[in-house]
């Protein structure tokens, strides 16, 4: 099964706050196969069948203080994994999805990542979405 593999994009000014977090460039991805999202961001995991994206889209610039780290909207329980603040992908899944808290209690009607190229994952996602 092919995967292709798309890497966080790490504003330096950052790096030091986020490696207290145990996030890094070599535990932060997003892998995306024919059936499958799966997004590592150093100890925080999401991952979702393609059959549950509803939405894809690239968004930002954001704010330092609403984007960088592990954030949840309060207002629609969005969850971010966020290393930049230049720009992004929103993911929208059907039914929500696990990823800020280990036990699962809160539920995640979409995901904003952070890679280095936005365009390219929010392209392929979209393909795929379209076949599924």
Known sequence: MEQT???FAFDRR??????MLGVRPDNSHVLVTEEALRV??????VA???SNVTDVSVTGPYSAIKAIGVRMSL???GLTFGSDVREGVCVRFRQPVRGSE?????RHPGLTVTVAD????ADRLRRL???V
């Open 40 to 45: 590592r961001f150093g100890p925080w995991e």
């Open 5 to 7: 593999r798309y890497d």
């Open 75 to 77: 207002a629609d329980r």
């Open 102 to 106: 280990p036990l699962g209690l809160v």
């Open 118 to 121: 936005c365009a390219a994952l």
């Open 48 to 50: 979702s069948p393609l």
């Open 14 to 19: 950052f790096g030091p706050w986020l490696g």
């Open 129 to 131: 979405v379209r076949t």
